[in-house]
């Protein structure tokens, strides 16, 4: 099984900083790493597929990169609405997901 | 639009059997594949099961390997969740959700199931 390790498990930032997540793979997985957004009570969302590429709608302050075995996920300036836990998920041998990011505001 | 209703969760005993289904509408149902998902209270999420677009393919994690089946049914845009010798660690919001491609681009609000005595 390809696991994924995500960090940090939680981050607390203020509005307009910059915002990194990482998620390592254990194994070569070229760029098939999707990322989603949780709110409380609310089904996850998808914002990033392929490592790089913004869905549609998705505000364009959400990044991401890499490729192989190392992920970021970026944040270019946090707003409130972005309050929520981020799952890294990798798609090249069945589906694993990364344990979580629950990201607050300081 | 694109909607994804899960049902068929609720209380049940260990070792007993329960059996969910993920109704779906506002696309072409055939054309996509279907994974359930779960996530335990205050966890994170847990890939359970997939099933290809024709439902030629499926997939499982191992820890319901042997025990839960994904099945559909393309005329009514309908996709199951057969779920038997269920344990307390199966405890958990089930979602549905269809596959793109490139990840799971809409989601069921979820279906609670409860293991328990």
């Known amino acids: 099984d390809i696991q994924m390790t995500q960090s940090p498990s939680s981050l607390s930032a203020s509005v307009g900083d910059r915002v990194t997540i990482t998620c390592q793979a254990s194994l070569d997985i070229t760029n098939y790493l999707n990322w989603y957004q949780q709110k409380p009570g609310k089904a996850p969302k998808l914002l990033i597929s392929a490592a790089s590429n913004l869905e549609t709608g998705v505000p364009s302050r959400f990044s991401g990169s890499g490729s192989g075995t190392d992920f970021t996920f970026t944040i270019s300036s946090l707003q409130p609405e972005d309050i929520a836990t981020y799952y890294c998920q990798q798609y090249d041998t069945l589906y694993t997901f990364g344990q979580g990011t629950k990201l607050e505001i300081k | 639009q694109v909607q994804l209703v899960e049902s068929g969760g609720g209380v049940v005993q260990p070792g007993r059997s329960l059996r969910l289904s993920c109704a779906a509408s506002g696309f072409t149902f055939s054309s996509y594949g279907i994974h359930w998902v779960r996530q335990a209270p205050g966890k994170g999420l847990e890939w359970v099961a997939v099933i290809w677009y024709d439902g030629s393919i499926k997939y499982y994690a191992e820890s319901v390997k042997g025990r839960f089946t994904i099945s559909r049914d393309n005329s009514k845009n309908t996709v199951h969740l057969q779920m038997n010798s269920l344990r307390a660690e199966d405890t958990a919001v089930y979602h549905c959700?269809?596959?793109?491609?490139?990840?799971?681009?809409?989601w069921g609000q979820g279906t609670l199931v409860t293991v328990s005595s």
């Open positions: 959700a269809r596959d793109q491609g490139a990840g799971l681009d809409h």
